[in-house]
């Protein structure tokens, strides 16, 4: 099963298989990534351990910033989903230390769904946060127009007295 560094079928929940953009069956470019012990943030933990790696061959430069991160609530992998076909099968059983945590990174072949797993997305309002910045700067156009609205009048003034404009 894990010894050879490679997972052949994994049940992962839906939260996982919609963050990546997967479908269940074969996978080509998926790695399950597996610690020694539970970490407070193993995105970050992986992001390391494949920066780690990455500096070696020259077709692995990216892997951080192109691939897609994970984490699966249940067994607390984190699956990355690599930009390249042949990365998984290079990077399965590495063994990497990133502080005090051991990672592991398995290749894994095909997946399908978990049951009773479900698709709750941990979303963050961003919309109050852009309606914010966007009444701020309405605002702050408001003020500017409202400050040269007198002075264009103003100058308007003088210029229909000085060419007696009526």
């Known amino acids: 099963m894990a010894t050879t560094g490679v997972f052949e079928s994994r049940e992962v929940s839906d939260y996982v298989i919609d963050v990546l953009g997967l479908t269940p069956g074969k996978q080509s470019r998926l790695i399950a990534v597996k610690f020694n012990k539970a970490v407070a ?57 990133v502080a005090d945590v051991v990672v592991s990174v398995f290749e894994v072949q095909s997946i399908a769904y978990r049951s009773g797993s479900c698709k709750a997305f941990m979303d963050i309002p961003i919309r109050i946060k852009v309606w914010f910045f966007i009444s701020i700067s309405f605002l702050l156009f408001f003020d500017c127009f409202v400050v040269l609205i007198p002075i264009f009048i103003f100058f308007l003034g003088r210029f229909c007295k000085k060419f007696n404009c009526s």
């Open 41 to 97: 943030d193993p995105v970050s933990i992986v992001a390391h351990a494949l920066k780690y790696i990455e500096h070696k061959p020259s077709t692995m430069r990216t892997i951080v910033n192109d691939s897609k991160f994970c984490v699966d609530d249940k067994d607390g992998l984190v699956y990355v989903l690599v930009h390249l076909e042949h990365i998984p099968f290079r990077l399965r059983k590495w063994v990497i230390g």
